[in-house]
C-alpha cells in the first residue's frame, strides 16, 4: 500500500522524458537499483512505451496523426510534407538534433484533422502548406 | 436533436458538486442502488451495467480498496473523454469521488493517456484546487469519508486502456493484459480490490446523483437508459461531440442532423464505435442508436467513436490503415492476437486491391477472427478483426474504390 504514496515510475520515466527528451543510460542504472528491479525488465518497461526513447531525441518531437479519420482528411500528405521539409523519416531523428518525426496513432483530435504535436502542443486542421509553414518558424 | 445531460454544467462558473453531496448524504449501498436503478452501462467500450459493478465492489470486505478512473483513450474516432475532462474536469472528479464513496474506498488514480497534455494539466490543477476546497482528502465536505485522487499518465499505448493491462501500467510494468479471472474487483492494483470506470460512465453518475428521481430511467430504452456522448469525425460537414438519447434517434440522424450530413460524396460506410466495431452500409444506418440495435447488426455502439468514410474513399486503404493499427499495438501477450494481426497485414498488404483477395485469403482472415476471439485474454484482439471483416464481407463487390 505504500506503493500509492510513492511516485510511480512511469511518472518518474515521465519526468525524465521531459527533461531530456529521452530516458538516459545512468539514470535506467539507478532506478533500476533504487527500486530493486533488473536493469533488463526497466528496459522491457521503457520499450513497451512510444513516449518514452531510449536514444536522444531532436529539439522538436513531431507526432502525426495517421489514424483513420486523420487519414479521411488526407494525413499521408502532411506526413510527405513533414518528411520533406525535415529530412527525416518516420521514427528517426534528423542529424543536426533538431527534429524527431513520428508517426503516431489517434491523438483524440479526430474532428480537427490532419492532426500533429510538436513537443506536446497541437496543431490541427493541416495541409501541406500550412505544416511547412509552421515548421518554418522552429528555430 | 441533442439531449443534454452530461453536458449540464458547460461553462459554470462555480460547479456546485450537487452530486456529491447527494451522494454523501445517503449510505454508500444507496448510492449503489440508485446507479444500479439507473440502468447506466459502462460508457468504455464494453457497455457492463455499472451498477451490478458497483455492487460487486462495495459487497467485498478490504479495508482498501482501489478506484481507478480509465481516461486512456485511444480509440481511433473518439474524442468524448477528452471533450469532458477539458470542458468538465470537475464533473468527472466528482463521479470519481461518488464511486469512491459507494464502494468504500479511500484511494483512487484517474489514469490519463500521456498525449492529453490539456486534459492532463486541467485536471491536475483541479485536483489541488479540490483538495483546498475540501472536496478531496480527509473529512470531504464535514463528513466521514476520506478520499485521496492522484493523477497518472499513460505513455503511448492503447492497449492500456484494457482495465488488467492499465494496472500493470499502474504498478510500472509493461502494459499487457493479465488473466481474468481473478477479475480487478477482487484482486486488481498491488493486489488490492480494483474497481475501474470509464471517464464518461463516472461523469454520468455524477449527474444522475444531482437529481432526487431517477432521470435515467425516463431517457433511453429498456437495455439502454440515459445519454450517449457520440463522437464523429471523418467525411461529415460538422464532427465534433454530441449528446444523444439512446433510442430517440437512428445512426442516420446523427450523421445528417447532428454532424451536418456526409461531405465529399455520398455515404459509403459508416463505423459506429470506434474501429473495434463492424461497418455499418448506408442500407443499415436507418436504426435506433441503442446497444441492443446495433449488437442485432453484429455491430456495437463501443466507445462512441463514430467515423463517416464517403463512397469516393478508398476502403481497401482504410482496412490496412485499421490494420497496421491492430498490428503495431497489440501488447504481444496472447500468440493469437499478436501473430494473427500480424499475418492479416501481411495478407492485406499483399494485395493492391480488395477485389484481388481472394476466397480463401477472406476466409482465412474469418477464421483468424474466431480463433482470436476464443484465445485472447482482452476486448482489443477479441475485437481486432470486426471491422476489417466486415468492410471484406460487405463492400467487397468490385467496385473502383474497392
Redesign the interface.
Same mark, same amino acid.
Given at each position: 500500500?505504500e =506503493? +500509492?504514496f510513492q511516485k510511480?515510475?512511469?511518472?518518474e520515466?515521465?519526468e525524465l522524458r521531459e527533461t531530456y527528451g529521452y530516458i538516459p543510460e545512468e539514470d535506467i542504472v539507478r532506478i533500476a537499483q533504487r527500486?530493486n528491479i533488473p536493469k533488463a525488465h526497466l528496459y $522491457?518497461?521503457i520499450s #513497451? +512505451? &512510444?513516449?518514452?526513447h531510449l536514444k536522444p531525441t531532436g529539439k522538436y518531437i513531431i =507526432?502525426v496523426c495517421? &489514424?483513420? &479519420?486523420c487519414?479521411?482528411a488526407e494525413s499521408e500528405s502532411v506526413i510527405d510534407a513533414i518528411i520533406k521539409f525535415t529530412k527525416v523519416t518516420p521514427g528517426n531523428t534528423s542529424e543536426d538534433k533538431k527534429f524527431t518525426l513520428e508517426v503516431?496513432? @489517434?491523438? $483524440?483530435? @479526430? *474532428?480537427?484533422?490532419p492532426v500533429m504535436?510538436i513537443n *506536446?502542443? #497541437?496543431y490541427t486542421y493541416l495541409t501541406p502548406q500550412k505544416v511547412v509553414n509552421i515548421l518554418k518558424t522552429l528555430d | 436533436m441533442e439531449k443534454i445531460f452530461l453536458k449540464n454544467d458547460l461553462g459554470l462558473d462555480k460547479y456546485p458538486f450537487k452530486g456529491l453531496r447527494n451522494a454523501l448524504k445517503g449510505s454508500p449501498e444507496d448510492v449503489v442502488q440508485k446507479i444500479k436503478e439507473s440502468g447506466l452501462r459502462g460508457r468504455g467500450g464494453a457497455g457492463f451495467p455499472a451498477g451490478i459493478k458497483w455492487e460487486y465492489a462495495n459487497s467485498i470486505d478490504n479495508e482498501i480498496k482501489f478506484v481507478i478512473c480509465n481516461a486512456d483513450e485511444g480509440e481511433p474516432g473518439t474524442f468524448k473523454d477528452r471533450f469532458l475532462m477539458e470542458n468538465l474536469p470537475e464533473k468527472v472528479i466528482e463521479g470519481i469521488i461518488i464511486c469512491a464513496y459507494a464502494v468504500k474506498s479511500n484511494y483512487g488514480y484517474i489514469y490519463i493517456r500521456g498525449e492529453y497534455e490539456k486534459a492532463i494539466k486541467i485536471i491536475k490543477n483541479k485536483i489541488k484546487d479540490l483538495y483546498k476546497s475540501n472536496v478531496l482528502g480527509r473529512n470531504i465536505l464535514g463528513t466521514e469519508f476520506n478520499f485521496d485522487l492522484k493523477v497518472i499518465r499513460g505513455a503511448g499505448a492503447y492497449v492500456c486502456g484494457d482495465e488488467t493491462s492499465l494496472i500493470n501500467s499502474i504498478e510500472g510494468e509493461r502494459g499487457r493484459s493479465r488473466i481474468k479471472p481473478p477479475l480487478p474487483i477482487e484482486k486488481g492494483l498491488y493486489g488490492y480490490p480494483t474497481i475501474v470506470n470509464n471517464v464518461e460512465t463516472l461523469s454520468a453518475a455524477a449527474e444522475i446523483m444531482k437529481y432526487d428521481d431517477n432521470p435515467y430511467l425516463k431517457m433511453g430504452t429498456e437495455k439502454s437508459r440515459g445519454t450517449k456522448l457520440v463522437s464523429i469525425s471523418g467525411d461529415v460537414n460538422q464532427p465534433g461531440v454530441y449528446e444523444v438519447e439512446l433510442g430517440k434517434i437512428t445512426i442516420k440522424n446523427i450523421i445528417e442532423d447532428l454532424a451536418g450530413g456526409v461531405s465529399n460524396g455520398e455515404l459509403g460506410f459508416v463505423i459506429p464505435g470506434g474501429v473495434a466495431t463492424e461497418a455499418l452500409g448506408p442500407d443499415e444506418i436507418d436504426v435506433p442508436y441503442t446497444y441492443e440495435n446495433l449488437m442485432e447488426l453484429n455491430s456495437g455502439i463501443g466507445s462512441g467513436g463514430m467515423i463517416v468514410v464517403s463512397n469516393k474513399r478508398n476502403y481497401f486503404e482504410i482496412i490496412k490503415n485499421v490494420s497496421n493499427f491492430f498490428k503495431n499495438e497489440t501488447c504481444g501477450t496472447c500468440f493469437p492476437c499478436r501473430e494473427a494481426n500480424r499475418n492479416i497485414n501481411a495478407l492485406l498488404n499483399h494485395n493492391k486491391l480488395m477485389s484481388d483477395l481472394t476466397s480463401e485469403q477472406i476466409e482465412i482472415i474469418t477464421e483468424i477472427k474466431e480463433t482470436i476471439g476464443y484465445a485472447s485474454r482482452c476486448g482489443f484482439g477479441q475485437a481486432s478483426v470486426n471491422f476489417i471483416l466486415s468492410v471484406l464481407e460487405k463492400f467487397n463487390d468490385g467496385r473502383v474504390n474497392s
Amino acid at each position: 500500500m505504500e =506503493k +500509492y504514496f510513492q511516485k510511480e515510475l512511469l511518472e518518474e520515466l515521465h519526468e525524465l522524458r521531459e527533461t531530456y527528451g529521452y530516458i538516459p543510460e545512468e539514470d535506467i542504472v539507478r532506478i533500476a537499483q533504487r527500486r530493486n528491479i533488473p536493469k533488463a525488465h526497466l528496459y $522491457g518497461v521503457i520499450s #513497451f +512505451y &512510444s513516449m518514452f526513447h531510449l536514444k536522444p531525441t531532436g529539439k522538436y518531437i513531431i =507526432k502525426v496523426c495517421d &489514424s483513420v &479519420s486523420c487519414r479521411i482528411a488526407e494525413s499521408e500528405s502532411v506526413i510527405d510534407a513533414i518528411i520533406k521539409f525535415t529530412k527525416v523519416t518516420p521514427g528517426n531523428t534528423s542529424e543536426d538534433k533538431k527534429f524527431t518525426l513520428e508517426v503516431a496513432e @489517434c491523438l $483524440g483530435h @479526430c *474532428g480537427e484533422g490532419p492532426v500533429m504535436t510538436i513537443n *506536446g502542443e #497541437f496543431y490541427t486542421y493541416l495541409t501541406p502548406q500550412k505544416v511547412v509553414n509552421i515548421l518554418k518558424t522552429l528555430d | 436533436m441533442e439531449k443534454i445531460f452530461l453536458k449540464n454544467d458547460l461553462g459554470l462558473d462555480k460547479y456546485p458538486f450537487k452530486g456529491l453531496r447527494n451522494a454523501l448524504k445517503g449510505s454508500p449501498e444507496d448510492v449503489v442502488q440508485k446507479i444500479k436503478e439507473s440502468g447506466l452501462r459502462g460508457r468504455g467500450g464494453a457497455g457492463f451495467p455499472a451498477g451490478i459493478k458497483w455492487e460487486y465492489a462495495n459487497s467485498i470486505d478490504n479495508e482498501i480498496k482501489f478506484v481507478i478512473c480509465n481516461a486512456d483513450e485511444g480509440e481511433p474516432g473518439t474524442f468524448k473523454d477528452r471533450f469532458l475532462m477539458e470542458n468538465l474536469p470537475e464533473k468527472v472528479i466528482e463521479g470519481i469521488i461518488i464511486c469512491a464513496y459507494a464502494v468504500k474506498s479511500n484511494y483512487g488514480y484517474i489514469y490519463i493517456r500521456g498525449e492529453y497534455e490539456k486534459a492532463i494539466k486541467i485536471i491536475k490543477n483541479k485536483i489541488k484546487d479540490l483538495y483546498k476546497s475540501n472536496v478531496l482528502g480527509r473529512n470531504i465536505l464535514g463528513t466521514e469519508f476520506n478520499f485521496d485522487l492522484k493523477v497518472i499518465r499513460g505513455a503511448g499505448a492503447y492497449v492500456c486502456g484494457d482495465e488488467t493491462s492499465l494496472i500493470n501500467s499502474i504498478e510500472g510494468e509493461r502494459g499487457r493484459s493479465r488473466i481474468k479471472p481473478p477479475l480487478p474487483i477482487e484482486k486488481g492494483l498491488y493486489g488490492y480490490p480494483t474497481i475501474v470506470n470509464n471517464v464518461e460512465t463516472l461523469s454520468a453518475a455524477a449527474e444522475i446523483m444531482k437529481y432526487d428521481d431517477n432521470p435515467y430511467l425516463k431517457m433511453g430504452t429498456e437495455k439502454s437508459r440515459g445519454t450517449k456522448l457520440v463522437s464523429i469525425s471523418g467525411d461529415v460537414n460538422q464532427p465534433g461531440v454530441y449528446e444523444v438519447e439512446l433510442g430517440k434517434i437512428t445512426i442516420k440522424n446523427i450523421i445528417e442532423d447532428l454532424a451536418g450530413g456526409v461531405s465529399n460524396g455520398e455515404l459509403g460506410f459508416v463505423i459506429p464505435g470506434g474501429v473495434a466495431t463492424e461497418a455499418l452500409g448506408p442500407d443499415e444506418i436507418d436504426v435506433p442508436y441503442t446497444y441492443e440495435n446495433l449488437m442485432e447488426l453484429n455491430s456495437g455502439i463501443g466507445s462512441g467513436g463514430m467515423i463517416v468514410v464517403s463512397n469516393k474513399r478508398n476502403y481497401f486503404e482504410i482496412i490496412k490503415n485499421v490494420s497496421n493499427f491492430f498490428k503495431n499495438e497489440t501488447c504481444g501477450t496472447c500468440f493469437p492476437c499478436r501473430e494473427a494481426n500480424r499475418n492479416i497485414n501481411a495478407l492485406l498488404n499483399h494485395n493492391k486491391l480488395m477485389s484481388d483477395l481472394t476466397s480463401e485469403q477472406i476466409e482465412i482472415i474469418t477464421e483468424i477472427k474466431e480463433t482470436i476471439g476464443y484465445a485472447s485474454r482482452c476486448g482489443f484482439g477479441q475485437a481486432s478483426v470486426n471491422f476489417i471483416l466486415s468492410v471484406l464481407e460487405k463492400f467487397n463487390d468490385g467496385r473502383v474504390n474497392s
